[in-house]
């Protein structure tokens, strides 16, 4: 990093916060800005709001995080340009020039001798995204629209650039994520056809803002920096995290008229479901809006008219088969399934084993055999220790060197399991199937543990019982070893495998969840009834600061379905 930079006239040292404004396109356009450098040289993200001067949730979050972003913790650079439609803004003119009409995001690069726009887009070009190695742009829904949050990211560009966009998307707490198909037009699209990955974000509309808006954008963006390297931190809990939308289809009005949209944004459909009328002032029907596939609103009108050939919806299909956090779950148990083999051998012939037998035993019927489930097995140890009390016991996880590592810790314990490799959120039995169904330090992983619970009671025959032995892992950081004895599991593993759980853990909603509360609810919710909870078992269990030691104290949980 060198000692002085200077953008449009704005200068900053290292450890230096400036706010002014750059000047650029020849000195046309002055627009609000502030550079914050750290004091270690790094590389240097623009983020922009206000290039539609109508979307006042990026404009204010980027007025903020110019407050707000900590100089201490930056590696690097971040220039904020707070308003690129400036002129615009300051006269409430929307998000269309006031001189010719055009929308700034639609003519990027510009021409250096073009309209108004056509110069100010050149100008963000070359003296603020050539400054850049990395691109966020902050954007809301116009002042007639309503949207979902979600986060578009740069997909016409080198495959690098792409996979490092994507990457960026991945860090945002929205829903959903839309791969852009364009590489000009729009500010960030460009940028990254210049080997810029660049991301666009969209919060808020209706010419509003909200803090709890702005508040989430910020949240985002630094979540963003962090991955980046720029900032320093631990990633915020989330509540989503974002699933690729594909075939987005734009639907605009062929006549002017009265819009009354039949669902909301972020509303689920099927193909051929109405998705609103325009009608003229006696209220007949001009246009019916049909959807032409299943998918999710992203954003409509929410104005009471429409223009001809204005839009009236935008939606997608949602692709659930680009969710690749199972991936990631699988991969990373795979690498650790050898020392589990090693840890539940030696767990077997512990007092553990005793202990652990004691607890699960307060809840099980005294009919036996059992028919049990063991979901998430890992590599046996409840599968194991229920077959030694004569139990018929079938124990599945989605790691399939997991699996094949249980059915060795079987053979040489002399006990009969069945072993599957099954997606515990989606499990292959038939109803009614099991007397009990037992868990431990699964529901923490899983990226949709609500519905693996209505799985679980799914298969439960009526007045089975629901075991989950779990604790609120999310609130604990895996990396942070120092108060662990030297033998324990976690110092052997390393920092980069701890570290890999902690980057996964904070791509699961379930991290944020206030738990076991959270987990009574949901049980509630798939017709269990006599719900229990334990906060004691840690104490009872964990006796000894050793090997097998768990620092996070586990809930147990017993349900029973109804009969």
């Known amino acids: 990093m060198s000692e002085i930079i200077n953008i449009g006239?704005?200068?900053?040292?290292?450890?230096?916060?400036?706010?002014?404004?750059?000047?650029?396109?020849?000195?046309?356009?002055?627009?609000?800005?502030t550079i914050i450098r750290g004091e270690k040289p790094g590389k240097?993200?623009?983020?922009?709001?206000?290039?539609?001067?109508?979307?006042?949730?990026?404009?204010?979050?980027?007025?903020?995080?110019?407050?707000?972003?900590?100089?201490?913790?930056?590696?690097?650079t971040v220039v904020l340009v707070k308003a690129v439609a400036k002129e615009e803004f300051e006269n409430r003119h929307g998000s269309l020039c006031r001189a010719t009409g055009e929308n700034l995001n639609r003519v990027f690069p510009g021409?250096?001798?073009?309209?108004?726009?056509?110069?100010?887009?050149?100008?963000?070009?070359?003296?603020?995204q050539k400054a850049a190695d990395y691109y966020i742009d902050l954007h809301s829904g116009d002042d007639y629209e309503k949207l979902t949050p979600y986060v578009y990211y740069a997909g016409k560009a080198d495959p690098e650039v792409v996979k490092i966009?994507?990457?960026?998307?991945?860090?945002v707490d929205v829903p959903y994520m839309v791969k852009s198909e364009v590489s000009s037009g729009g500010s960030y699209n460009y940028a990254a056809s210049c080997r810029i990955p660049s991301v666009l974000l969209e919060r808020g509309g209706m010419g509003a803002w909200e803090t709890e808006e702005v508040r989430s954008m910020k949240r985002d963006v630094r979540s963003i920096l962090r991955f980046l390297g720029i900032y320093d931190g631990h990633r915020s809990m989330r509540k989503y995290y974002p699933l690729n939308v594909t075939d987005v289809q734009y639907q605009s009005a062929?006549?002017?008229?009265?819009?009354?949209?039949?669902k909301k944004a972020g509303d689920l459909f099927t193909e051929g479901e109405i998705l609103g009328y325009v009608k003229d002032y006696e209220d007949k029907i001009l246009e019916t809006c049909t959807s032409y596939g299943d998918g999710v609103i992203l954003y409509q009108t929410g104005s009471l008219q429409v223009l001809k050939d204005g839009p009236m919806v935008a939606y997608g299909r949602i692709s659930y088969e680009e969710d690749d956090r199972k991936e990631k779950i699988a991969a990373y148990w795979t690498k650790r399934s050898d020392s589990f083999l090693e840890q539940r051998r030696a767990e077997l012939h512990n007092l553990l084993a005793d202990r652990w037998l004691e607890e699960i035993e307060k809840y099980l019927p005294e009919k036996t055999p059992l028919k049990i489930l063991d979901v998430g097995c890992g590599t046996g140890f409840f599968t194991i220790l229920l077959a030694k009390q004569g139990h018929e016991v079938t124990g599945t996880d989605l790691t399939p060197d997991m699996i094949a590592n249980s059915r060795i810790l079987a053979e040489e314990e002399h006990v009969t399991c069945d072993f599957q490799v099954m997606d515990a959120e989606h499990l292959t039995f038939p109803d009614e199937s099991f007397d009990v169904v037992i868990s431990r330090n699964l529901t923490w992983t899983l990226p949709e543990a609500a519905q693996a619970y209505k799985e679980w009671t799914r298969v439960l025959k009526p007045g089975g019982f629901l075991l989950n032995f779990d604790a609120n892992y999310g609130a604990t950081n895996f990396a942070e070893t120092s108060d662990l004895p030297e033998n324990h599991a976690h110092n052997q593993l390393g920092n980069s495998l701890m570290?890999?759980?902690?980057?996964?853990?904070?791509?699961?909603?379930?991290?944020?969840?206030?738990?076991?509360?959270?987990?009574?609810?949901?049980l509630g919710k798939t017709g269990m009834e006599q719900i229990s909870i334990d906060l004691g078992l840690s104490r009872r269990v964990y006796k000894e600061k050793d090997e097998f030691y768990n620092p996070t104290p586990m809930f147990a949980i017993a349900a029973r379905k109804a009969e």
């Open 499 to 522: 570290q890999e759980c902690e980057d996964i853990k904070r791509q699961l909603p379930i991290s944020s969840y206030i738990r076991p509360a959270w987990d009574v609810e949901e």
């Open 9 to 33: 006239g704005l200068s900053a040292a290292p450890g230096q916060r400036v706010h002014g404004f750059v000047t650029i396109g020849n000195g046309e356009f002055s627009l609000p800005a």
């Open 254 to 262: 062929s006549c002017t008229g009265l819009w009354y949209p039949q």
């Open 44 to 76: 240097t993200a623009l983020i922009t709001a206000g290039i539609h001067a109508g979307e006042y949730v990026g404009i204010q979050s980027a007025v903020e995080l110019g407050r707000d972003l900590k100089i201490e913790k930056m590696t690097g």
């Open 111 to 128: 021409k250096k001798d073009g309209t108004t726009y056509e110069k100010l887009a050149h100008a963000v070009v070359e003296e603020l």
């Open 165 to 171: 966009s994507r990457e960026m998307a991945e860090q």
